[in-house]
């Protein structure tokens, strides 16, 4: 049983930044794939529903973006850490909402932006942009 727990989450003015952390309880961080989705406010509340944010591959070596945070956002990981990051700067009213840490349990390096590829999330922490 994989547990993620995320952190870092707050209330951050327009232009500002933000670091959210997920730590994961599980044997062998290295063998999953992670990645942050969001959920806006007022979207419904399942996760099919969810925005993918970004993805990373078990080693780090491959990062991808959706493109409204491509160049502001970044995803990174400590596998001795067992701890994926997503270091959020110049924010905008638009990224406000609950963010999601998910794992899938793979070495491939394809892209997984589908929320039903994730066997595993955590429970998320809230993001409010002002402007």
């Known amino acids: 049983q994989v547990q993620l727990v995320e952190s870092g989450g707050g209330l951050v003015q327009a232009g500002g930044s933000l670091r959210l952390s997920c730590v994961a309880s599980?044997?062998?961080?290295?063998?999953?794939?992670m990645a942050w989705f969001r959920q806006g406010p007022g979207k419904e509340r399942e996760f099919v529903s969810r925005?993918?944010?970004?993805?990373?591959?078990?080693?780090?070596?491959?990062?991808y973006y959706v493109d409204s945070v491509n160049g502001r956002f970044t995803i990174s990981r400590d596998n001795a850490k067992s701890t994926v990051y997503l270091q959020m700067n110049s924010l905008k009213p638009e990224d406000t909402g609950v963010y999601y840490c998910?794992?899938?349990?793979?070495?491939?390096?394809?892209?997984?932006?589908?929320?039903?590829?994730?066997?595993?999330w955590g429970r998320g922490t809230r993001v409010t942009v002002s402007s």
């Open positions: 925005e993918f944010v970004a993805g990373i591959s078990y080693n780090g070596g491959n990062a």
């Open positions: 998910a794992a899938i349990f793979t070495h491939t390096s394809r892209q997984y932006k589908d929320p039903k590829d994730y066997d595993y």
């Open positions: 599980v044997r062998a961080f290295s063998n999953y794939h």
